[in-house]
């Protein structure tokens, strides 16, 4: 097993937005990434009384995403992650060596 460093936020924090739920409920969504850890893999957690479970977290770069990445996160594309994530973070640049941790996960039922 990998050891992974303190979690930095509860999993019921990992998915938050309204839209992005919606895209994990329907199997469009089935990454989350986030500065910190939220999960660990083998770890559960609920949007909407269906449960996920956690299959793995990787610590990337944001250069490492790829359009099907950006897709897995519940977007059109890379780009339109990109404006969201720039958007969302007021005064933030995209830099491509920024590491996030990449949370994996699918229904568990």
């Known amino acids: 097993m990998q050891d992974f460093p303190e979690k930095t936020c509860t999993i019921d924090r990992l998915v938050r937005n309204k839209k992005l739920r919606k895209a994990a409920l329907e199997g469009r969504k089935t990454q989350q990434r986030r500065d910190g850890i939220y999960a660990y893999p083998n770890e559960t957690f609920d949007i909407d009384g269906v449960n996920f479970v956690v299959t793995s977290v990787d610590r990337k770069t944001l250069a490492d995403m790829t359009e099907e990445d950006?897709?897995?996160?519940?977007?059109?594309g890379l780009e339109s992650y990109k404006d969201l994530?720039?958007?969302?973070?007021?005064?933030?640049?995209?830099?491509?060596?920024?590491?996030?941790?990449?949370?994996?996960?699918?229904r568990a039922d």
């Not at 950006?70 to 059109?76: D, L, N, S, V």
């Not at 958007?87 to 996960?105: A, I, L, Y």
């Open 70 to 76: 950006a897709k897995a996160e519940g977007f059109e």
């Open 85 to 106: 994530i720039l958007k969302m973070h007021s005064g933030m640049e995209w830099n491509e060596s920024h590491k996030v941790w990449v949370h994996q996960f699918k």
